[in-house]
Nanobody, 123 residues
């Protein structure tokens, strides 16, 4: 089991940038894919971005070119840099991790979840 602690959320205005961090407590961080999901009020949880152990990245079409994902193996931390935020990006953002991830973007593919951090975007 991997403990994940997110930070960096908060109220922002449309057009602003924000960086989310996710610290993972595991000795096998390099073997885990890290990803972000989000859930907006009244909507289902959706995939945002992922970065494999190899640093290959995957993005939802809605955030591609705006939300680069990265990881720092020395710090056991993953990041989601959110640029040009829109009101539609308002959600609770969850950091997730999975060892030997198969590349599927379903939330069911990830067994380790953070507590979530809120990102409200105002107009």
């Amino acid at each position: 089991q991997v403990q994940l602690v997110e930070s960096g959320g908060g109220l922002v205005q449309a057009g602003d940038s924000l960086r989310l961090s996710c610290a993972a407590s595991t000795r096998t961080f390099s073997e885990h894919a890290m990803a972000w999901f989000r859930q907006a009020p009244g909507k289902e949880r959706e995939f945002v971005a992922a970065i494999a152990w190899s640093s290959t990245t995957y993005y939802a079409n809605s955030v591609k070119d705006r939300f680069p994902i990265s990881r720092d193996h020395a710090k056991n931390t993953a990041y989601l840099q959110m640029n040009s935020l829109k009101r539609a990006d308002t959600a609770v953002y969850y950091c997730v991790a999975e060892r030997y991830w198969r590349g599927r973007r379903s939330h069911a593919e990830f067994s380790n979840w953070g507590q979530g951090t809120q990102v409200p975007v105002s107009s």
